[in-house]
């Protein structure tokens, strides 16, 4: 069974590190080369995250560091991994080779100059977050005013994301912002983000949100974050498919996805810690759905949801 992680925070991980750190096999990366083909991942997204206590000029060099490291760490020295920048592109692969897509978690590196945006549309990024969740010059994070919308500049990044067919990712958003992008932007999905009637979390949607996704066509891919699932100290697989299953009763089995947010996680649900443990989720949705389902939830239903991109 494929699987598509749309994700992980290991260009973070590789940019601090003090010491080189192997992207092949290293124990201590949630994500590498060797688990990603033994789960056989089909597509991995792999976010630029900027630390927001930089100043703007930082935040911006810092961003483009984390595309060389893409570059330096992850395509370059192994053949099985290409860099997917157009959609189509994964539909070539050969059974040997992984896709990695760049996506922006927050636009916190371009301040407010849409020639920076254009930089990172142009290194390749396909999917794209306004805000990680604090305020920028774009719109309000998660942890913000519910209240505010998305900022007069904030329209004229979906404008640009819009004209160049990126997909915008809501997870960070907060709710005013979430409905103003809803609005205008072309694709939507949330890449990570489980259900609030379960766990009422900022992060969280509502299910008045899961269904204007769905309306939109976008999907929701659940997050492995134990805070964002569950108030117990110890979190289960379990508790986890719990999302899932609500998830699936308000936008259908066909529009749910996983991006697990390895490397950018603090805390793990029992037996879902790394990258290689993922097909442990996938066994306990045996019996709650249907095979076909889960092959959906895996991989499918977001390949299904870019092929609509590439008919654009």
């Not at 997909?167 to 694709?187: C, M, P, R």
Request: charged share 25%; net charge negative; with cysteine.
């Amino acid at each position: 069974m494929e699987i598509i992680d749309l994700h992980c925070d290991v260009l973070y991980t590789l940019s601090q590190a003090e010491a080189p750190i192997s992207f092949k096999n290293n124990e201590k990366l949630e994500v590498t080369l060797e688990q990603l083909k033994k789960t056989n991942t089909k597509l991995q997204v792999f976010a630029i995250f900027i630390d927001d206590t930089l100043n703007e000029n930082q935040r911006y060099l810092e961003a483009i560091r984390q595309v060389e490291i893409f570059h330096q760490e992850i395509i370059t020295p192994y053949e099985e991994m290409v860099h997917i920048t157009d959609w189509k592109q994964l539909q070539q692969l050969q059974p040997n080779q992984i896709g990695a897509v760049l996506s922006l978690e927050g636009c916190d590196a371009i301040g407010s100059d849409l020639r920076k945006l254009q930089t990172f549309i142009d290194a390749g990024i396909l999917l794209c977050g306004l805000t990680w969740n604090h305020e920028n010059a774009v719109a309000y994070g998660a942890e913000e005013d519910p209240t505010k919308g998305i900022k007069p500049f904030g329209r004229e990044v979906i404008a640009l994301l819009n004209a160049h067919h990126i997909i915008i990712d809501v997870s960070h958003l907060n709710e005013q912002g979430f409905w103003d992008t809803l609005q205008e932007a072309k694709y939507v999905i949330a890449s990570h983000s489980n259900a609030r009637t379960i766990q009422d979390h900022p992060r969280n949607l509502y299910d008045q949100q899961l269904r204007a996704i769905a309306e939109k066509g976008g999907h929701v891919h659940c997050v492995f974050y134990p805070p964002f699932i569950s108030n117990e100290a110890s979190v289960t697989i379990d508790d986890l498919v719990k999302h899932i299953k609500h998830l699936a009763k308000i936008i259908t089995p066909s529009r749910v996805g996983l991006g697990s947010d390895f490397e950018g996680i603090d805390l793990y649900v029992e037996n879902l810690t790394r990258t290689e443990e993922i097909p442990n989720l996938l066994q306990a949705l045996e019996g709650i759905f249907t095979t076909e389902e889960i092959k959906g939830i895996a991989a499918e239903n977001f390949q299904h949801f870019i092929s609509k991109i590439e008919r654009s």
